[in-house]
């Protein structure tokens, strides 16, 4: 039997934190889809159209080091508004996430689009203060840098384009029937791969 657990919300709200304690705590796989969209922009780096990068993305891809800095996170929210990119990588999501046992996917429209019939959806926020506190904290952890107010500033372009976009935007689903809203979580604590596209 299949659970799927949707978890959505903007950038650096916390969904990594939550989604890999539910993941843990019911025992099921947890993908992270940003990191999808951020390998999918790492990869046009290298000369790809944004196309053939998502067409091309493998597991192993995902594991690249530079996925979760700053520019690899501008070039994720710039390919995610594209509608072929996003379509090239539906398919591995919607498979997780039916996968047997259960599944915990994070991302922005993971109980929109990605599954709709999710059994748990989750979305969760922050202010955008307490996100770029964090979200600077983990860089300067990486030896990136960068001042709080660069990656505010970063996150609100981020939030404004991922909103705007009209493929599959973020949308906060307050009180929407079925949906839990967990907002405002500012104080809680906190080889060869498959071939994804
Ligand atoms: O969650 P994140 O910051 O790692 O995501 C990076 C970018 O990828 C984000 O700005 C928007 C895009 N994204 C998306 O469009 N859809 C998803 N399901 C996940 C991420």
Redesign the pocket.
Known sequence: MSFCVAIDGP??AG?GTVSKAVARHFGFPHL????L??ATGAKTFEGLSPLEAAQSLTTADLERDDLRSGDA?QA??RV?AIPDVRSALVDFQQAFARRIGGAVLD????GTVICPDAEVKLYITASDEVRARRRHAELVAKGENVTEAEVLADLRE?DER?SARSA?PLKPRRGCHGDRYLGNVDRRSRGQGHRIG
Do not use: H, M, N
């Open positions: 950038a650096a969904k992270d889809t940003g990191l969209y951020r996170g994720a929210s995610a991302g922005r429209d993971i981020r991922d599959a």
